[in-house]
């Protein structure tokens, strides 16, 4: 069974930085993935994803220049380099595995999500 787990939320103030790691097990499977987030009372948006080999990387035009996204396949995990963090980004931060596409649909699994909340 595919899990995911997330770590590295916190509270931040404005113009900091973190650094979300998401951990994957249970499959040998080289994938896609992404990061999402879903601001409080809002959907479920597309952050950033990453091609298997790394080699590509994608962003949504809110968070590009800021939010770098990267993977190590030796140790299964993908991270999201956040910077210059916004109180806009306060969300849950999900990572998902199957796919480097903004449409979450398109993804097979999903973590259980890390609050991100950045101060003014």
């Known amino acids: 069974q595919v899990q995911l787990v997330e770590s590295g939320g916190g509270l931040v103030q404005a113009g900091g930085s973190l650094r979300l790691s998401c951990s994957v097990s249970?499959?040998?499977?080289?994938?896609?993935m992404g990061w999402f987030r879903q601001p409080p009372g809002k959907e479920r948006e597309f952050a950033a994803a990453?091609?298997?080999?790394?080699?590509?990387?994608y962003y949504a035009d809110s968070v590009k220049g800021r939010f770098t996204i990267s993977r190590d396949n030796i140790k299964n995990t993908v991270y999201l380099q956040m910077s210059s963090l916004k109180p806009e980004d306060t969300a849950v931060y999900y990572c998902?595995?199957?796919?480097?596409?903004?449409?979450?649909?398109?993804?097979?699994?999903w973590g259980q999500g890390t609050q991100v909340t950045v101060s003014s």
């Open positions: 998902a595995f199957g796919s480097t596409a903004t449409m979450a649909y398109t993804y097979d699994y």
């Open positions: 249970g499959t040998f499977r080289r994938a896609g």
């Open positions: 990453i091609s298997s080999t790394g080699g590509s990387t």
